[in-house]
């Protein structure tokens, strides 16, 4: 009850901060040399609550936000961010990971896409005309596109009460504001976030900003109110998701229960309209959650940045070469552990009996760790696996194979119509190796697993050569698989392994 309580009067006090900002009185107002009505300026909703509302003390804040953040590239155009919409004081650090990526940029037009957590309504909604104003000014409204939406589907209309109140759109502004100087504004607060909305919204914008120098950026916190670990097994879900380019997979997971997010609609959306503009690639680039803020785990609500964007590198390259070590199975071997694999994942769908397995050969009975690795349609459907050999390979397999089908957090279970699409890659493990110089580790031969404290990730050899990353890359790349900063591994309490596969 207390928490309740608590949840209540944290919301009733936004209610009045907004007397706090200083008013227009209906004179003009002048940004970036531009004369503005004050009729239709939307006034700050929860400066001083929030963020603070003093200019300088907010401007100093994200300044030092930004500050903490390493320095960090992606390769290639930068299409679209996701950013959280916490108070500044919980997720603003996290934040500052994403909007580091815009110093020194320039965008004519920002097109923020956000949830609505007060007001109910079918489809989504633009703010039309004037502008947003916070402590360090007004964020004019790009109106000729804001038009251009509402002609371009019907899905999108002007409901004044979607903004009114609404904290996820506003508190991106004083960042951009701040990396970005002057910029006009699309805000666009979504009701529904079905996957249908969330294709109308997305063909809308990609339509309407095609050719213009535009940013997006989707608005959304992850999991709410959960213990601290099953938090992170959420939260994984989604930046596994983002990390793929998969919105649809994204999408459906979101509606099946299999991850949380309050703007995941506008996630979704902003993932199709940055794909349609070129974007091939998704780096969550920080997450955290509140508990690793307050240092409460009880009961946490989850953070991520991210950035979308055109990379080569992104498009997977055919293989060259082998990749991974040869263990000694012959084809005969291998056919033996593929029919396994499909026999477990063909009966457990279907509610069938999963025969016993007779095994003769010594290498299928050898102690190893090995994954399962599922695709449907060449799209990533479950992957899991055990690192270590504490059973028979055969054992493993079959294991893992009911695992990756219908047990992967990240995805639902496999359903029979999807049986007849479905590829089996299997690994089967060398032993790990740690190691304190990372220039053993050898791009298309090794995969590396990452540990520093509570914190742990493994990528596959076979994901390096896929993504055409070099050493450093995959490193910073296991890093996020773990949750940890992408230059973790540079620390002194990371502990760093490698290993190779037999992949087949």
């Not at 970036?32 to 009505?37: P, R």
């Not at 109140?165 to 502004?173: A, C, D, G, T």
């Not at 740690?434 to 990452?450: A, F, L, R």
């Amino acid at each position: 009850m207390k928490k309740w309580i608590f949840i209540l009067i944290s919301l009733l006090s936004l209610i009045p901060c907004a007397a706090a900002c200083e008013k227009d009185n209906g004179a003009d107002i002048r940004k970036g040399g531009k004369a503005m009505s004050g009729k239709n300026i939307r006034e700050s909703a929860i400066a001083g609550t929030w963020y603070p509302g003093d200019p300088a003390k907010l401007t100093k804040d994200i300044k030092g936000y930004l500050a903490n953040v390493p320095e960090q590239k992606i390769e290639g155009e930068l299409i679209a961010l996701i950013s959280p919409h916490a108070g500044y004081m919980y997720s603003g650090q996290v934040a500052a990971y994403s909007y580091k990526l815009l110093e020194g940029k320039k965008y004519d037009v920002v097109v923020v896409v956000a949830p609505s957590h007060r007001a109910y309504f079918k489809g989504a909604s633009v703010y039309p005309k004037g502008g947003f104003r916070t402590p360090l000014g007004i964020c004019p409204i790009a109106e000729e596109v804001t038009e251009a939406l509402m002609k371009k589907s019907p899905h999108i209309q002007s409901i004044p009460q979607a903004h009114d109140q609404e904290h996820s759109l506003e508190i991106q502004l004083p960042f951009l504001q701040v990396v970005l100087g002057e910029f006009r504004l699309v805000a666009i607060v979504m009701g529904e976030q079905d996957l249908s909305t969330c294709e109308e919204v997305s063909k809308a914008i990609a339509e309407v900003i095609k050719g213009e120098n535009a940013l997006l950026i989707a608005s959304t916190d992850l999991s709410h109110f959960h213990p601290y670990d099953k938090a992170k097994e959420l939260d994984q879900v989604i930046a596994d998701h983002v990390n793929d380019f998969d919105p649809e997979g994204l999408s459906k997971d979101l509606k099946q229960g299999g991850c949380e997010a309050c703007g995941g609609g506008p996630v979704v959306a902003v993932m199709l309209a940055a794909r349609a503009l070129g974007a091939n690639k998704g780096e969550v680039l920080k997450y955290a959650n509140s508990g690793d803020v307050t240092g409460d785990r009880s009961s946490v609500v989850g953070y991520m940045s991210t950035a979308l964007y055109r990379s080569a590198k992104a498009q997977k390259a055919h293989k060259k070469g082998r990749v991974g070590v040869d263990l000694g199975l012959n084809a005969e071997e291998k056919r033996t552990l593929h029919e396994i694999a499909r026999t477990v994942i063909w009966n457990k769908v279907s509610g069938k009996e999963v025969p016993k397995f007779q095994v003769t050969s010594e290498r299928l009975k050898e102690l190893r760790g090995a994954f399962v690795t599922i695709t449907e349609k060449g799209r990533l459907r479950g992957c899991i696996g055990h690192i270590k050999g504490t059973k028979p390979l055969y054992k493993t397999v079959e294991e893992m194979a009911e695992a990756a089908a219908l047990q992967d957090p990240r995805f639902s279970p496999v359903t029979k119509n999807e049986l007849k699409d479905l590829a089996i890659e299997i690994s089967v493990l060398t032993p790990f190796k740690q190691i304190t110089d990372v220039s053993e580790i050898e791009v298309g031969k090794h995969g590396i697993y990452i540990e520093q404290g509570f914190y742990s990730g493994l990528l596959l050899p076979q994901v390096a050569t896929e993504y055409g990353w070099d050493r450093n890359t995959f490193l910073e790349q296991t890093c996020r698989k773990a949750g940890l900063p992408p230059n973790a591994w540079k620390e002194k309490d990371t502990r760093i392994s490698i290993f190779s596969a037999d992949i087949f």
